[in-house]
């Protein structure tokens, strides 16, 4: 899901900042389990994840820092950088999203059914992101 677009300013080429292209190259990722899983680091990098299957309210957590850092469409971040992931719950329950190791969520991470949120992960340290939901 992050990628640097490159520009150019007085004939040298410049990395775009953050706000750059931040729709660019969606892949969606489905995630049909009846059952709290984790939303893999391949699912966060595509920036689109279909959430079905949950007959109850489910806790889906997301990946560790660790393994984000691992997707090399989020390992060239820089720390203050962000991206977004639109998360849809097509269940007819509400999926509550949660941090993993690295990974502090806050703020109102449930997703009621039928409802897109956008999941905004930060770089924080070297090895630590926030996550919030808009």
Known sequence: ????????????????????????????????????????????????????????GRTDTSDTATNLLLDSRIASMDVGESFVVAYSNQSTQTITIAGAAGVTASGNLAIPTLTVKFLVYTRTGASAFTLVAL
Do not use: C, H
């Not at 150019?8 to 969606?26: D, M, R, S, V």
């Open 1 to 56: 899901m992050f990628t640097r677009p490159a520009f150019y300013q007085g004939g040298l080429q410049q990395k775009g900042g953050p706000g750059f292209g931040w729709l660019a190259g969606l892949t969606a990722a489905a995630e049909t389990a009846n059952a709290d899983t984790t939303i893999t680091a391949a699912k966060i990098g595509g920036g689109l994840v279909l959430r079905s299957g949950a007959t109850v």
